[in-house]
């Protein structure tokens, strides 16, 4: 299975994305973009979460994604269909480039000369990734059923590398609770690429498993609304001038 295969794959379920995943909190987007002035680009942009939190900061935003039923939901900001590795955009155009929740799915060699060209010289690449936090019982448990996670790999392991074009990274991580209901919880699971792509057997059996599980353990058994714990975990670095 190709990183293109499943980095596209989202836009089966784009409600399901909408509902299941959590939204980005203003306080970590603004310190991926301190000190940043003028036009930004959010790359993989998908359905708008990102942009949708860029913009609230006031920024001019302009969205990138290969997906045409993702960025389709994408709405009231310029948009356009492209990859990391071939962005549709003019050099030097843009001021920062923000990327939440698809870092990994980019080749950094190909990806970083790429953001590099289209922002202007010292301009901010900011990444971000909301993960869920399985030191806690439940989310443990619910892991074990929901299957990997190529994202929380690259992120726990604190393997965001080093980006050609640019200097170092900042890394900064946030710990926080998002209150979810068992249909967020379960449109979440569905929405991931683990589950879009599995067989039709695969798909029923992770659903029935989460389930069981809401139902059964004593964080959720019962409960209209409970915490999901999360970590947001940001990367920043500026574009060599």
């Not at 039923?69 to 843009?94: C, D, F, K, Y």
């Not at 790429?114 to 443990?140: C, K, S, Y």
């Amino acid at each position: 299975m190709t990183g293109d295969v499943r980095a596209t794959s989202f836009g089966a379920d784009v409600a399901a994305y909408e509902q299941g995943r959590p939204e980005y909190v203003d306080e970590h987007v603004s310190w991926l973009l301190e000190g940043v002035t003028g036009r930004v680009l959010d790359l993989a942009a998908g359905s708008g979460k990102l942009t949708r939190a860029v913009r609230r900061l006031g920024f001019d935003v302009v969205a990138v994604d290969p997906d045409a039923q993702m960025l389709a939901r994408n709405t009231g900001v310029e948009t356009h269909l492209g990859s990391a590795e071939a962005i549709p955009l003019p050099a030097a155009s843009v001021t920062a480039v923000t990327v939440g929740q698809a870092w990994h799915w980019f080749d950094p060699a190909h990806a970083g000369p790429e953001i590099a060209r289209v922002l202007v010289p010292g301009g901010r690449l900011g990444l971000v990734w909301n993960t869920r936090d399985d030191q806690h019982p439940f989310v443990a448990e619910l892991a074990a059923v929901m299957g990997p996670s190529p994202a929380e790999l690259m992120v726990d392991a604190e393997a965001v590398a080093q980006v050609p074009g640019f200097g170092a990274f900042e890394r900064r991580r946030w710990d926080r609770n998002r209150l979810m209901t068992p249909g967020e919880l379960i449109s979440m699971v569905t929405s991931r690429s683990h589950y879009l792509l599995a067989t039709p057997q695969t798909r029923t059996r992770i659903v029935a498993g989460v389930r069981e599980l809401l139902a059964a353990h004593p964080h959720t058994a019962g409960r209209e609304r409970f915490e999901y714990p999360l970590h947001s975990t940001c990367y920043r670095a500026n574009a060599l001038a």
